[in-house]
């Protein structure tokens, strides 16, 4: 079956970038909406945004300054840039599958990683 | 953005027992409503996509309804499995959003 397997550094220093890559293993980026997701400690949940398998992109405004999503159908691969890092992005990063079915009303995340912990910290 | 309200915060309640969340949106989401649960240390899992049609392999005691901005999660008898956090997601307009969860706990 599908499954989604986050990497990258899990600690980086105030200002830097924050690289992570999801990796979809038993399927194919070539279809669907990939989306990070992420979730500070103790606290709920924060869409940051999505690339659909055309490329196009959607981020939260929260956020858009800050970030880029990209996409290596090759590898079936997709990856999430967080420029400019502070202590407020700590959190655990998810990477997840959106399936949108818009006569049925669906739009949700089928599909999740593990989650990889990232702290930024001096 | 769209706030998405949760209540209770943080329930306990026993095997067997019905319990009900509820989800109040800050406008009108038609059924563009999603319920995870998640359990510690574990990436969310779907539990309910278009506000009331229940994911394949989700056991039918979780049942969900509601529209517009009302929404509820049911678990009709609680397994021990069940004790987990709840969440409610809207997608009728971006950026998407969460309530801010539902922590059911042991009695």
């Known amino acids: 079956q599908v499954q989604l397997q986050e990497s990258g550094p899990g600690l980086l220093k105030p200002s830097e970038t924050l690289s992570l890559t999801c990796t979809v293993s038993?399927?194919?980026?070539?279809?669907?909406?990939w989306n990070w997701i992420r979730q500070p400690p103790g606290k709920g949940l924060e869409w940051i945004g999505y690339i659909y398998y055309t490329g196009s992109t959607k981020y939260n405004p929260s956020l858009k300054s800050r970030v880029t999503m990209s996409l290596d159908t090759s590898k079936n691969q997709f990856s999430l840039h967080l420029s400019s890092v502070t202590a407020a992005d700590t959190a655990v990063y998810y990477c997840a599958r959106r399936v949108v079915v818009p006569l049925q009303r669906d739009d949700s995340f089928d599909l999740w990683g593990q989650g990889t912990m990232v702290t930024v910290s001096s | 953005d769209i706030q998405m309200t949760q209540s209770p915060s943080s329930v306990s309640a026993s095997v067997g027992d019905r319990v009900t969340i509820t989800c109040r949106a800050s406008?009108?989401?038609?059924?563009?409503l999603a319920w995870y649960q998640q359990k510690p240390g574990k990436a969310p899992k779907l539990l309910i996509y278009a506000a009331s049609s229940l994911k394949s392999g989700v056991p039918s005691r979780f049942s969900g309804s509601g529209s517009g901005t009302d929404f509820t999660l049911t678990i009709s008898s609680l397994q021990p499995e069940d004790f987990a956090a709840y969440y409610c997601?809207?997608?009728?307009?971006?950026?998407?959003?969460f309530g801010q969860g539902t922590r059911l706990e042991i009695k």
């Open positions: 997601q809207q997608a009728n307009s971006f950026p998407i959003t």
């Open positions: 038993g399927g194919s980026t070539s279809s669907h909406y």
């Open positions: 406008q009108d989401i038609s059924s563009w």
